[in-house]
């Protein structure tokens, strides 16, 4: 829910507790918002990812960099969690009720992860929505899955197992390897703004994107770039076969009624079916 290749676009709260993030919840202040993801090959529509935000009674919209790490260091962060589970995957099947057919992914914390009923809470948001387990991705951290283990390997197995996708967030060239995640049952590693930074200008960061799309071709891992903010960045990932990417240079989060209306510019002046 927190991770985005955008900036913040908070205001000016300095300090938030627990205690306020929990009367925002009660009183329905959090919201999502999703930005799209693209086929950088066919620049067909690929996807949305759902972001938590904050519509405070002051401050305005609060961007996740200010109240993320409170609200992960608590325990409310389990239920924010599961409702922007069920938020997204009933948006999902509105949108897939209309006739689109994309993904969209949601972040899990490592709270959630853990808990023994987060399989039921996905199987809960799948059943009441009625949406097709294999359009949702569902995104953790590789910190995450690797403090989880054998445990974590046996929750994503299951996962697999109901038809959903699983996906390794905020994916960091230089400090991670693909190899340490081979044990865990992964369809998508998302490279993040970092690692996309430089490959435009840096012969050593588009060796590193090479070397990883091709290691991810051979365990049949799709790679997916985030943060992608100018056409050269583009154009290389695409000389890398790099498939999806996301970020300003396509769009910026938005709530529904803005992604419905890029939706239809989109069909429009594209010609391609969504």
Known sequence: MANESQPSTSGAIVQVSAEELATAFENDQFFLVYQPTIDLQTSAFAGVEALLRWRHPVEGVVGPDRFIHVLEQSDLIVEVGRWALATASRQGALWHSKGY???????????????????????AALDSSRFDPNLLVLEF?????????????ELLTELVGVGVRVAVDDFSLGRSTLSQLEQFPIDIVKLNRVSIEGIADSEEAA????SLVQLAKLHEVQIIASGIEDAEQRRRLQVEQV????????????????????????ALFSGRPL
């Open 101 to 123: 057919r994309f993904t969209v992914s949601v972040n899990v914390a490592g709270k959630q992860f853990e808990r023994p009923e987060f399989i039921d809470d996905v199987t």
């Open 207 to 210: 060796a590193l994107v090479h």
């Open 141 to 153: 951290s590789q910190q995450t899955l690797l403090d989880g283990g054998t445990q974590a390997k």
């Open 243 to 266: 498939s999806i990417g996301q970020g300003f240079l396509f769009s910026r989060p938005h709530e529904v009624a803005e992604i419905d209306r890029f939706l239809e510019d989109f």
